[in-house]
């Protein structure tokens, strides 16, 4: 239930907030191994002052004479990152820039003192805030849960502070800030209450001014950026959370004036905004939601500690991204391969099939005889306790010049990010969802691998019935595949995508990985693949990233890079197992089977119900031991500190020789002190004792070319 508070000027607009300190408490521990002190709560601190905070991070605003930001703590380190004060947003509508909210003076912009915020005065020119709302976070789609993932809330638990500045065009600010993560998200609202449609030319959705990290009188290539991880789920064209950021802007302040760099070059004032755009029409009583930044504080610079959080926070915004079934995919869409496949999966546990690229399975097929098809296979996957779907290209093509995305400089098509693509609002566009829609809709299919999804191609088109021209075409196709997205998790779809969609709803992409690989030979197949998996894991959890395993041959290599036939590899074949299962990933097992004898099978059965034994453990939060390089053991070691199994550790030794050697593990995202038990694989356990840091030294044996795995456990 969402409580509301509403408060209107004429009184004070704080009057109905609770009171509460005015500096805002610490929660206690390690919010990495337990967060439930770490609550989100709004309270005001005086007649002007009121604080967001969960006992991890806050922001403070004071709201008179006006709302401005004035404070952004890290209570975990007891640091203070704001260091001057910014307008609440900047727009331009209809080509007039518009402010809301924030105050001016002369202040130096290095430090922002309490004392000195008296001196700070009205902006005469912005917008002044009429009204501060309060309430629980709202869900931004619905999520159909179907299949096995962690137990999370959705919407993820926590409190939003809204302040309203009125107008012909109402502006709503929105911050959430979430229970037990020191994560605060804003995003605005615009509500067009005038008689006729106004343009929204450019949006800042965030400007703050944070204390520099980094302080150099020369310019330098690099500058160390604040203890800060910034994303919006306004991204696309990229594969991790760096490449796919299009919205974040670390810029100099050529306000702040007594910065060490002598040509005012640090780039320490946040911005973010749309690359393009939006230049949405907003008709009268229209509305315009924008992007939800992202602002993570982390508490320090270990890489370990921070990729912990970056992957805490993807769990609660999206906690879809837990769902993580074991897929076949599917080379051969002919009937009677397809019911292969699908009697396999089912014979060893597997979860999901995928009517894979190259199939020849096309679900933009409108016909009733592919649709009756589809049909028949989902109807015969459910009988099986397996899910079915299939794959579609939308980018990377041509389909028409008419259709396709149009060059700003030649008006032309053929200059897309893929070359070509087609524009997702062109009325093809329209007609390939809607039968994307249809399809899985009268199908029954439960999964969609979705390539090369919409990379931010701008469009220059002005015939295209769903964006009007250059300037708002980004924003309008972006609207199209998010609203796609979300439709896909309200209906329980399972959504394969290699862009970083996550935020809009779906579930995985690649891990990082180079396709042309995968026709290496298979002993140097694995090598890249417990490579890219230690890399992949350190801003992905094991269940948002795939891998792959070649059962037929895949982009050349011949014999000696494939499986098949696979009961002449099965040492191979079990070190692919052993390696994704064991990381807690799943791979695109491609080809037209998974086994082809008893023993084969019986090897498969083995591996998946190893999997599926200690599957809370591995789906857990993945620690990094040591990257593969052929020169000695490799591996990782995966921490639950709420689990039975408090901590698995799985270690490969690629040497052609047994391996022994004794390992610091370090056990303390684990929640384990003290003292920890230990097994070896299947064998009886022992007793640990763990140092003041909860560090294990344990020895191991690997065979050559082997591996083995380590489950530790409270005594």
Not at 9 to 21: E, F, K, M, Q, W
Not at 236 to 260: C, I
Not at 509 to 520: K, Q
Not at 588 to 604: M, S
Request: one cysteine or more; a negative charge.
């Amino acid at each position: 239930m969402i409580s509301l508070v509403f408060l209107m000027l004429g009184g004070g607009l704080l009057d109905a907030l609770p009171s509460g300190p005015a500096t805002p408490p610490r929660a206690a521990g390690d919010w990495l191994l337990d967060a439930s002190a770490a609550r989100a709560s709004v309270w005001r601190s005086d007649a002007r002052t009121v604080t967001l905070s969960n006992g991890l991070v806050a922001r403070t605003w004071r709201v008179e004479p006006d709302v401005v930001c004035i404070g952004f703590d890290d209570l975990m380190s007891d640091r203070a990152l704001l260091r001057a004060v910014e307008p609440e947003l900047r727009a331009s509508i209809d080509g007039t820039e518009v402010r809301a909210g924030g105050l001016v003076g002369p202040l130096d912009r290095a430090y922002l003192r309490h004392s000195d915020l008296d001196r700070l005065a009205l902006d005469p020119t912005a917008r002044h805030c009429t009204a501060v709302r309060v309430a629980e976070i709202p869900a931004r789609f619905e999520w159909k849960r179907l299949r096995h993932g962690a137990d999370l809330p959705w919407p993820p638990p926590g409190q939003r502070l809204t302040f309203a500045f009125s107008g012909d065009v109402e502006f709503e600010v929105h911050y959430d800030l979430y229970d037990g993560l020191p994560l605060v998200s804003k995003s605005v609202t615009l509500r067009n209450r005038g008689a006729s449609a106004v343009q929204l030319d450019s949006l800042d959705v965030e400007r703050l001014a944070f204390v520099e990290a980094d302080g150099t009188v020369e310019p330098q290539e690099h500058w160390r950026r604040p203890d800060l991880h910034v994303e919006s789920d306004y991204a696309f064209h990229g594969m991790s959370n760096v490449s796919a950021d299009v919205t974040t802007r670390w810029l100099p302040d050529r306000g702040y004036a007594t910065q060490v760099s002598y040509a005012l070059q640090t780039p320490c004032l946040l911005v973010s905004t749309y690359p393009v755009g939006p230049h949405a029409r907003i008709g009268p009583g229209g509305s315009f939601e924008s992007y939800r930044v992202h602002e993570l504080v982390l508490d320090g610079s270990d890489r370990e500690r921070n990729a912990l959080a970056q992957r805490r926070m993807y769990r609660t915004l999206a906690p879809w991204v837990t769902e993580n079934p074991l897929m076949m995919h599917i080379r051969d869409a002919r009937t009677e391969a397809v019911k292969l496949a699908l009697d396999q999966c089912a014979a060893v546990g597997f979860e999901m099939a995928i009517l894979s690229f190259g199939s020849g399975f096309d679900v933009e097929n409108r016909s009733s005889e592919n649709l009756a098809r589809a049909q028949e296979l989902v109807a015969y996957a459910r009988e099986r306790g397996v899910e079915l779907g299939t794959y579609s290209l939308l980018a990377s093509r041509a389909v028409a010049p008419e259709h396709d995305v149009v060059d700003r400089e030649t008006n032309k098509p053929g200059r897309a990010y893929f070359g070509n693509s087609p524009c997702l609002c062109s009325e093809w566009g329209e007609g390939y969802f809607a039968q994307l829609r249809s399809f899985y809709s009268a199908s029954g299919m439960s999964v969609l691998e979705h390539d090369g999804s919409y990379p931010g191609d701008t469009c220059a088109s002005t015939s295209h019935s769903g964006h009007r021209g250059f300037d708002d075409s980004q924003w309008a196709q972006f609207e199209r595949i998010r609203d796609f997205y979300g439709w896909c998790r309200s209906q329980g779809v399972y959504l394969n995508v290699p862009d970083w969609y996550f935020l809009n709803g779906s579930n995985k992409t690649g891990m990082g990985y180079r396709e042309t690989n995968w026709s290496l030979p298979r002993a140097e197949q694995l090598l890249h693949a417990r490579q890219n998996i230690f890399d992949g894991t350190w801003t992905k959890t094991p269940s948002m990233g795939w891998m792959f395993v070649p059962l037929t041959e895949y982009h050349g290599g011949g014999a000696a890079a494939t499986l098949e036939p696979l009961h002449e590899h099965l040492e191979d074949y079990e070190r692919h197992l052993a390696t994704n299962l064991g990381a807690g990933v799943q791979a695109c097992w491609r080809g037209p089977r998974l086994f082809d004898t008893d023993a084969t099978r019986a090897l498969v059965v083995k591996w998946v119900a190893w999997y599926k034994a200690h599957r809370e453990v591995l789906e857990s939060d993945l620690l990094h031991l040591r990257r593969a390089d052929g020169r000695d053991l490799d591996g990782w070691v995966h921490v639950n500190p709420r689990g039975q199994e408090r901590a698995l550790a799985m270690l490969f030794n690629p040497l052609p020789q047994p391996r022994t050697k004794e390992l610091e593990i370090d056990l303390y995202y684990a929640g384990l002190v003290g003292s920890a038990s230990v097994q070896v694989e299947e064998r009886a356990p022992t007793q640990l004792t763990l140092d003041a840091r909860s560090r294990a030294r344990v020895s191991v044996s690997v065979p050559a070319g082997g591996f083995t795995w380590l489950v530790f456990r409270a005594p």
